[in-house]
């Protein structure tokens, strides 16, 4: 849909300014390519911003991590890029600042909770759901697999109960859970219809009796499944009923549809808190796949070091996949492989394309940001290497980066500890030579589910959920020079209570795969953070040698020697 079409529905629903998301009805998780909005809109292909349309102007709003892409995927003449958290509010102040008093928008596509604090904290303004603009995904039948218990670690019933258990207590007759990944992960299923994420993209509604109803066109599934007129119609009839939601990963349009009928009862996603918790099973399922991802890594490294020269981005991209498909339980990635050299590295979001694939350049850096998705979990690792000989200001940087990944990763804190305040252990690093990154130092990763999960959240502004064991986190400080090079070092690292103090946890980490002793200087690590990274390589190495031949073997022992 473009532009001057946008304006003239605004005209016809009579509001001044009209917000265009980045999702759809399934909150914060991914779309397909064909319903990507913003791209269709302003040639925009991040996972994470907001436009807004006026009469005579149009802005998309985007985070640190898109400022460069957005400007270059995007004709300035048309859009004007913002930047500011892509978020409904930001986009309020923004035409608050232009006397804009009305502004339309598409209620399948934000929360309860979010519109509900739009319109008590700007009063003065007129929310109006003027509906969706694009046309809904071209129909596809998706079969929904069932995932084996082997992986999962608790079976339907088990988490069911969770459920029902519950509504008994709040004297509830249903659990609306419209979050996806929640879905996926209560009823041990997942589908093939995203690219990168095994999620199946239906509601669930969780009766008091157990009995469960996906929500979804064109589902094949074992379980009960009706189109979205019969959701629709489900609430316009659920008179007196009283349904239990979460607020914020609800879309409005819900709240709407129920207002006349049903009974909805705000409370918290009670699978998103229980998934963040990886049970035993998963949890040893995802430290087994990530020894067997660090094996497809090292074959790449290992082939790379003296074989790189005449290769480009997309040669890298393309042979990782293939060593990672070649191992045990992969699914597929986690997300599309950011392969950025030289300059490229610097747009913390890139991805090579068939129109942008720059050749493997002497004496500079690529920056390599990858995952698989395993049936027995989700990996996620940064590597940035030395393409021929580093400069000094390469190795301070990647240095202090080294500095700042070790500070989080040997950090002990209370149970109970939000990221928030985690975040600045990894910052206050690089603010000691006036550098920092404008991004999250690190998120929430799935078990076999999204590589991006709540509610934990390593960030300034984000999550404010404390941290108990057993949790999946990132851990991925980094540098960005425009028009030079990028820097981010990431390893996934879960939480586990301190031997020392039963409240207090510490991180272990997940991620297997070598450091680039190249680009350290090891003057400028104490004794403890040299001891860190040695020990961390000893594990590395023990843990990968079995899956690997012996020139593997020999550039691996190199690769983990003590500094």
Known sequence: MMIQEIRKKMQIAGV????????????????????????????????????????????LLVDGRYELQARLETKAEEITVVDEMPRFKSVCDLLRQKNIASVGYDAWCHSIA????????????????????????????????????RFAGRSRAEKLALITEILHEQNADACLITSADS?????????????????????????????????????????PVKNWQSF????????????????????????????????????PDICALSK???????????????IRDGAALVKLFARLENNWRGLKELDVVEKLHELRAEQEYFFSESFETIAGCGANGAIVHYQPDAEHNSPLTENTLLLLDSGGQYFDGTTDVTRTIALGEPTAEMVADFTAVLKAHIALAQMRFPLGT??????????????????????????GVACFGNVHEGPISISAGGSDYGFKPNMVTSNEPGVYKEGKYGIRIENLQ??????????????????????????????????????????????????????????????????????
């Open 16 to 59: 001044e300014a009209y917000v265009v998301s980045h999702g759809n009805r399934f909150l914060g998780q991914d779309v397909l390519p064909e319903e990507h909005k913003l791209k269709a809109l302003c040639g925009f292909s991040g996972s994470a911003g907001i436009a807004v349309i006026t009469a005579d102007e149009a802005f």
């Open 183 to 223: 879905v996926s992960w209560l009823l041990n299923i997942y589908a093939r219809d995203l690219p990168c994420t095994p999620i199946v993209r239906a509601y669930a509604l969780v009766e008091a009796n157990g009995g469960v109803t996906l929500f979804a066109d064109n589902l094949k599934a074992d379980l």
């Open 418 to 443: 939000p990221g928030t305040r985690l975040d600045i252990i990894a910052r206050s690093k690089l603010w000691q030579s006036c550098q920092d990154y404008k991004h999250g130092t690190g998120h």
């Open 494 to 563: 879960y939480t586990t209570v301190s031997p020392q103090n039963e409240n207090f946890l510490e991180f272990r980490h997940l991620t297997k795969v070598p450091i680039d002793k190249k680009l350290i200087d090891k003057y400028l690590l104490s004794e403890g953070e040299q001891a860190w990274l040695n020990k961390y390589h000893e594990d590395v190495y023990n843990s990968l040698a079995p899956y690997l031949n012996e020139i593997e073997k020999v550039w691996l022992k190199n690769a983990c020697s003590p500094l």
């Open 232 to 267: 629709a119609e489900y609430l316009a009839a659920a008179a007196d009923k009283k349904i239990m939601y979460d607020a914020h990963t609800t879309p409005e349009k819900i709240k709407n549809l129920a207002a006349a009928t049903a009974v909805l009862y705000k409370a």
């Open 276 to 290: 963040a918790e990886k049970n035993p099973t998963e949890l040893q399922g995802i430290i087994n796949c990530h």
């Open 114 to 149: 979010e519109t509900e604090y739009l319109k008590r904290r700007y009063r003065e303004m007129r929310f109006v759901d003027v509906g969706e603009l694009m046309p809904p995904a071209p129909e596809r039948e998706i079969e929904v697999m069932q995932r084996e218990e």
